[in-house]
């Protein structure tokens, strides 16, 4: 049944706007804003798009909720208020003290949908973590992609299921217990369907950044633009019920605002959350290791909840695997004393010299002001893996034991922890970098600018999967049956028993970093991190270790091999392996 609905669109490009409504032409009446508006009857599900000045083809709507016939096709109209939602009582769930899972829609199952998805949630459960973090799921051409090539930023991609699916996602997981945050890129658009340009100055003139034009922030008419950003990460957590939001590299972000768009964000947030009555978080990931992005307002910060820390992961990633290339060159040269400087500062770069930026970089996080848990903590991330030339995770070089003791550093810091999809039972699938660009001049620079950029870096351009192959996706999705079969079984079991230790005990998720200690020997390839009464104790040798702590043992709490041996104040820990005791 018909019923008027009233279509808009900022549009102050455009000397003319019309409105395609189920195949019916209507005009459309411009405010002084540059808003254009037609009142129409219209289908609850009816496609329409907006022709430009004497443009014969429509173009979806900016702010489309659906887009059936992908990002080149008609929008639907769709009523986010339409589903009955099963989570009234849900009341949120704070990141202080959560654990995060990444994953991917198109490569967490085999059919990649949202409802797929909802069949492994029990997993989840079972594993103990707190939080789903998902990539982008905004539309995008083709059919699969990692997501961060998104151009209409309030749709939900259809080979995922669309936004009614989505909601079905989330309201899943909270009947479960489990928060969701979302992926969401404001720093660039994709290179393929990006039709905003025809309606608003959506790009800053002349700027741009390792993906693309940069976004319009502070230029002429970007007072729209930002509401645009800011009515978008409203949609997600009021309208999909989502709890957090993960800002993807907001280093990228050229803002020349008093009142940057981060923080008006934060501001905004913060009074949604009041509004509705749970916790709302937001998330950076940034590239610049400043403190100031997690420092509260009131103390002159810009008041997001928490940021990734790359220098905890790179410190980890290389006194496991011994890697040195690029940026990992001064993470291996400092040892086991870099791992240490993370797992008690966040940042290892915080004001010192970077090699691999030829400057200094960073800026010390006050660890008196600031809790761990505004860290996010992990051995593995989308980046880390698929950033790799051949998208080969961890497990393709470590044995088990080394896997494990990885978990053990993770799970027991006093950052918020976060795994990778199938980190969890040390996956051997891979995860690649994959794309599906309709157009083929497009695939061919894609594919060839990959190979390109691994072979500077003395990558055999021979081993770089094309992004365009369909196996490149497909071999990237997980093999859900490894989890039964050994060593994943027992990588598993070392997974679940770490989550179920931090929840017994209080010291694992102490979030005050000047309260943690570390100790070590570089060259018997040893450390001991304190934790309150907790001794985390790790052997990364290839041989026995015979390590002395501080204070006689009480109890072994967590092994990842044989328990240890115990004399006192002494442990012997089997080569490649990890330990908690309570001591006293």
């Known amino acids: 049944m018909s019923a008027p609905v009233e279509f808009s669109v900022w549009a102050p490009l455009p000397e003319r706007v019309r409105v395609q409504v189920d195949g019916a032409v209507h005009d459309m009446r411009r405010d002084d804003g540059g808003w254009w508006r037609a009142e129409v009857d219209a289908r609850p599900d009816a ?37 009955e939602w099963g989570d009234r009582a849900w009341t949120g769930r704070p990141l202080a003290g959560g654990v995060v899972y990444e994953l991917h829609i198109g490569t967490f199952t085999p059919e990649g949908t949202l409802d797929a998805a909802i069949g492994r949630l029990g997993h989840l459960v079972r594993l103990g973590v707190d939080f789903v973090e998902l990539l982008p799921v905004n539309g995008f051409n083709g059919t699969h992609n990692w997501g961060y090539d998104g151009v209409l930023w309030y749709a939900v991609q259809e080979e995922y299921g669309g936004p009614e699916a989505y909601q079905r996602f989330v309201d899943a997981c909270h009947q479960q217990g489990i928060g969701v945050i979302q992926d969401v890129v404001y720093n660039h658009l994709g290179p393929s369907g990006n039709y905003l340009p025809e309606f608003f100055p959506i790009f800053a003139e002349g700027g741009s950044n390792t993906w693309g034009e940069s976004i319009n922030l502070s230029g002429p008419d970007s007072d729209e633009v930002r509401r645009y950003i800011l009515d978008n990460v409203q949609m997600w957590l009021r309208d999909m019920h989502v709890d957090g939001l993960r800002l993807d590299a907001v280093h990228a972000l050229v803002d020349e605002r008093a009142v940057p768009i ?8 913060d009074s949604l959350s009041v509004a509705v ?8 990931e940034s590239d610049l290791n400043d403190p100031r992005l997690v420092t ?12 990734w820390s ?47 930026r030829r400057r200094s970089h960073g800026r010390p996080v006050d660890t008196a002001r600031l809790p761990g848990w505004k860290f996010l903590a992990y051995l593995q991330d989308h980046d880390q893996i698929g950033n790799r030339a051949v998208g080969d995770r961890i497990s393709a070089s470590l044995s088990p034991g080394l896997l494990a003791v990885g978990a053990t550093v993770v799970l027991t810091s006093p950052f918020t922890p976060m795994l990778f999809m199938g980190e969890e039972w ?29 072979a500077e870096h003395g990558w055999d351009p021979d081993v770089v999967p094309d992004p365009q192959g369909p196996e490149t996706f497909t071999r990237s999705k ?78 072994v709490l967590f092994s990842t091999a044989d328990v240890p041996t115990v004399a006192e104040e002494t442990v012997t820990l089997a080569a490649e392996s990890a330990a908690v005791f309570s001591t006293r």
Do not use: C
């Not at 009555?277 to 950076?284: D, E, H, K, M, Q």
């Not at 993370?342 to 970077?354: E, K, N, R, V, Y």
């Open 478 to 555: 997980l093999d859900w049956s490894e989890l039964s079969q050994e060593p994943h079984e027992r990588l598993l079991a070392v997974h679940r028993s770490l989550l179920a230790l931090r929840r017994a005990h209080p010291d694992l998720v102490d979030p005050d970093l000047s309260a943690v200690q570390v100790t070590w020997d570089d060259a018997d390839r040893w450390m001991v991190v304190h934790r309150g009464s907790l001794r985390v104790v790790l052997n990364l040798a290839g041989e026995p270790r015979e390590i002395d702590l501080d204070r006689p043992v009480a109890d």
């Open 310 to 356: 790359d220098d905890f992961h790179h410190a980890l990633h290389t006194t496991l695997t011994g890697e040195s290339q690029g940026y990992y060159a001064d993470f291996a040269d400092a040892g086991l004393p870099g791992l240490a400087k993370t797992l008690t500062g966040a940042f290892f770069h915080d004001g010192t010299w970077s090699s691999f």
């Open 296 to 307: 509260p307002r009131a103390a002159g910060g810009t008041g997001l909840a928490a940021q």
């Open 426 to 454: 040390g996956a051997t699938t891979p995860w690649q970098f994959f794309t599906s660009h309709p157009e083929p001049e497009l695939g061919k620079a894609t594919a060839e600018g990959r190979i390109g950029e691994f």
């Open 262 to 269: 981060l923080e008006q964000m934060a501001v905004e947030v």
């Open 277 to 284: 009555g749970r916790p709302l978080t937001l998330i950076a």
């Open 47 to 83: 496609d329409y798009g907006f022709l430009l000045d004497d443009g014969e083809t429509p173009r979806p709507d900016p702010r489309s909720r659906r887009q059936p016939e992908g990002v080149h096709g008609l929008s639907r109209l769709f009523d986010p208020w339409a589903y």
